[in-house]
Every structure is written in structure tokens, then in C-alpha cells.
């Protein structure tokens, strides 16, 4: 037997272009391949590399040296994010961000420099964070310990790391925030923690508890036009005009013309409140909520009162209905459905709602549809059979929005297998102008109209 070709002092014969031509023919049918290369590419190059370095260096030089340095390093890691590099540079940012406040609080900023690059760095790594995620839950816990036992700079915006975070990382943050908030401290920790929460509700999109937040703090006029700004954001019109009109008017004051007084509670709000607690539902709900906008106290009313709602609906499937409705009433579709699909509610409520997403969203509303045609079937009515095929023609024009028209064709293959025997039905699905395909798995004697 032969031995195997040296191959690799043939390709020691290759001249540079053809060696390139064939590696790269390998890497276009190799992602692993392309994918480590590319990391070589970007690193191995030098650039990642020296920027470690000069940190190693850069903090036993001086002042200036060290800014510059530094300056150095994050034109790097921007000239690198701006390209698109494929390369990790979350560590690199990191660190920079970590030396610069180190720095910072061992020699204080003269030139005032060093901090303007420490918000540069800070920029830079959420941009990183968002290219190639970290692990969520260490991500949190580093800015954590930045923001409650950090010098006091940098202050992060979490917005800007949200994206990085997801909801395992940001749950991380609220489970510390509300531990901190509910020890009770005073001073530096509890202000993080109240500014934290507030970047919270934001990022999490969260307009309730946003409002409620703003609406605890003392009367400015800038707490009150961020109040409406959020609430005009969210579509909730009416309840921003009167937010608006009830932070411009005058309050009356007695010895000090500087200090606010509280307004006495609505009768009217209270009472409505005291029967929404008796009998919480859609009805008391709406009636709530009439009252307490026209109080304009909603923001926070409408809080405590979905609270309720929602503990309801966890309990049982009245409360679920109850919770949906309430939303539907409220005109809150969106809101409504994720409700209904987090808790349940009856069939007749998500066909309801699935005639408001169909259009924007027509794979979400595919299997309400087939439940309403099966419970059509179900009753064995010609009536029902006559609705039943219309359900099934909106179907098929879903499953082609959702670009899933093949999926159609086997469920109504099933479909047809299933109720091949209900000749009115199959009737009614040839008069809806919907073709039949072939039942699947018949003998050959069966019929489509026994």
C-alpha cells in the first residue's frame, strides 16, 4: 500500500494567490472556519493586542501620558465597533472602563479630560455589550457594584445596556434595587436605588409604574412635563390632558407661599375605589377608572387597580376574563391579548381580539382561529358548518400572510380526513370556494360525500 501524498510540502509548492484561493473556497463552505479567521483577523492583527498593553503601562505614567494612552485605546475600540469587527470587545471595554474610574479615584481628574473619556469609555462598552452579549447576570452584577459601590462615577444608563441585559439581567437589577429600596437605608445607596427603579419602568416600557414613581415625587414642573411626555408616548391622551391641566393649576397655600398642599382625596373616586375592592372586575373597573380620570389620579389609581385584576386572573378563569375585558374597555387590545395569552380566557374573547391583530400579527391569531372552527364543528349545525368555512377562508388567507400556505394545505387535509363523514360541512367548505385537497390515509373506497 502507498503512502498518503505529504500534502503539506505540496502546498509549500502553491504560490501565495493560490493558496489563498483555496483557503477561502474552504471558508465559504465552513461558518466554523470563516468564523475563526475572522476573530484572527481582527485580533491577531495587533490592534487588540496593544491596547492592552497600554493599559498595562499606562497607569505608571502620568497624568497626561496616561490620557493619552488611554485616548489611544478607545479610538481603537471605537474604530473597531464602527467597522463591524466580528472580535469580543466587551473585556478590552470593560477594562478601560474599570482603569479610567480606578484612576479617577486614586488621583482625582485635573484637567478634566479623564473624565469625558470615562463617559466615552462607558459608551463604548454597552456598545460592545450589545455586539457580542455577555452573560447577562455578571454583566448585572457589574453594574451594580459600579452604581451603589463605585466612587460615584461613572453613572450608567441602563437604557443603553438594556438591550445586552435582557430580561434575565434586568430582573437581576430589580430583585437588588427592591432589596435595597425595602431595607429602608437613607442617603447615597437609597437615591441610586429610587433612580434605578425609575430606569426600570422605562426601559421595561413599563408606563404604570413609570407614572407612579414620578407622580411620588415632589410637584416640579419638570417631574410633571415628564409625566405627560410618558403618558402621551404610551397613547393615553386623555389621562397626559388632565395630568397637564392638573399640574398648571394653582394650588392654594397657607403660611409658606412656597409649599404645596395635598388635595383632599374625590369623594366620588373613593367611593368607586371602595367598589372596585368589593367587587373586582371589568364593570367596577371602567366605572373606576371614569371617575378617577376625571380626578386626574388615574396614573396611580390604575396601578393598584390591574394589580388586582391580575391576582384575580392567576386565581381562576373568571378572573382571567374579567382582566381582558377590563382592557378591552379601557381600549387596550394589545394589552388585552397578552393578558388572555399569559392567563387564559374564553374562546369568545380571543376571536374578539384576534380580529384586532389579524392583520399585523397573522400567525399569532392562527390557533384561535382553528379552535373556533373546530368548536363550530363540534356542534353539528348547518349553521355552524356555513361559519365554520368562513373561519376556514380567513385561515387560509392568514397562513399566506404568515407565508405559511403549505401548513394550510395539511391542516385542512387533516381537517377533511377527520370530518370526511359531515357531507353538509364539506358542503359548505366547497361553497366558500376553498379547494379540497385529497384526504390522507383513506382506503380507496371512501368518499369525500358518503
Request: aromatic share 4%; proline share 6%.
Amino acid at each position: 500500500m502507498s503512502a498518503p501524498p505529504d500534502l503539506r510540502s505540496y502546498l509549500r509548492t502553491l504560490d501565495v494567490e493560490t493558496l489563498v484561493d483555496l483557503l477561502y473556497a474552504q471558508v465559504r463552505r465552513d461558518p466554523e472556519l470563516r468564523h475563526s479567521l475572522e476573530l484572527r483577523c481582527a485580533t491577531q492583527s495587533g490592534e487588540v493586542a496593544e491596547a492592552h498593553r497600554l493599559l498595562d503601562t499606562a497607569v505608571q505614567d502620568g497624568n497626561v501620558e496616561y490620557t493619552a494612552k488611554v485616548g489611544a485605546v478607545l479610538d481603537t475600540l471605537g474604530r473597531l465597533l464602527d467597522a463591524g469587527s466580528p472580535a469580543d470587545l466587551a473585556p478590552l471595554a470593560r477594562r478601560t472602563v474599570d482603569d479610567i474610574g480606578e484612576v479617577l479615584e486614586q488621583s482625582g481628574d485635573p484637567s478634566g479630560d479623564l473624565g469625558d473619556k470615562l463617559d466615552f469609555a462607558v459608551e463604548l462598552y454597552a456598545r460592545a455589550c450589545v455586539a457580542r452579549p455577555p452573560d447577562p447576570e455578571q454583566l448585572a452584577e457589574w453594574l451594580l457594584e459600579v452604581e451603589f459601590d463605585g466612587p460615584g462615577r461613572p453613572t450608567i444608563a441602563l437604557a443603553d445596556f438594556a438591550e445586552a441585559l435582557g430580561e434575565k439581567g434586568l430582573e437581576r437589577i430589580k430583585s437588588t434595587v427592591d432589596e435595597i429600596l425595602t431595607g429602608g437605608p437613607t442617603g447615597y445607596r437609597r437615591d441610586v436605588a429610587e433612580r434605578m427603579l425609575e430606569e426600570l419602568a422605562e426601559v421595561r416600557g413599563d408606563v404604570d409604574a413609570l407614572v407612579a414613581i414620578l407622580s411620588a415625587k415632589p410637584p416640579r414642573v419638570d417631574v410633571s412635563l415628564k409625566i405627560v411626555r410618558v403618558l402621551r408616548a404610551a397613547g393615553r391622551h386623555s389621562e397626559a390632558i388632565a395630568h397637564a391641566a392638573r399640574a398648571l393649576t394653582p394650588h392654594k397655600t397657607h403660611q409658606n407661599p412656597h409649599q404645596t398642599l395635598p388635595e383632599p382625596e374625590d369623594e366620588t373616586v373613593t367611593l368607586r375605589r371602595k367598589e372596585f375592592d368589593e367587587a373586582p372586575g371589568s364593570v367596577t373597573y371602567t366605572t373606576l377608572r371614569e371617575a378617577a380620570v376625571e380626578a386626574g389620579v388615574w396614573s396611580v389609581q390604575r396601578v393598584a387597580a390591574l394589580a388586582r385584576l391580575r391576582e384575580r386572573a392567576a386565581d381562576s378563569e373568571e378572573g382571567a376574563e374579567e382582566l381582558a375585558r377590563a382592557l378591552v374597555a379601557e381600549d387596550r387590545p394589545d394589552e388585552a391579548w397578552r393578558a388572555c395569552v399569559r392567563f387564559g380566557g374564553s374562546l369568545a374573547l380571543r376571536v374578539e381580539l384576534a380580529a384586532s391583530r389579524e392583520v399585523a400579527h397573522p400567525a399569532e391569531t392562527i390557533p384561535v382561529y382553528r379552535s373556533q372552527v373546530e368548536q363550530l364543528i363540534e356542534q353539528k349545525d348547518p349553521q355552524a358548518y356555513r361559519e365554520a368555512a368562513k373561519h376556514l377562508k380567513k385561515l387560509r388567507t392568514l397562513h399566506k400572510r404568515a407565508g405559511t400556505a403549505e401548513e394550510f394545505t395539511g391542516y385542512l387535509a387533516d381537517l377533511v380526513s377527520v370530518h370526511r363523514r359531515k357531507t353538509r360541512l364539506i358542503a359548505e367548505v366547497r361553497a366558500a370556494r376553498i379547494a379540497l385537497p385529497k384526504p390522507r390515509n383513506l382506503p380507496a373506497s371512501d368518499s369525500l360525500t358518503s
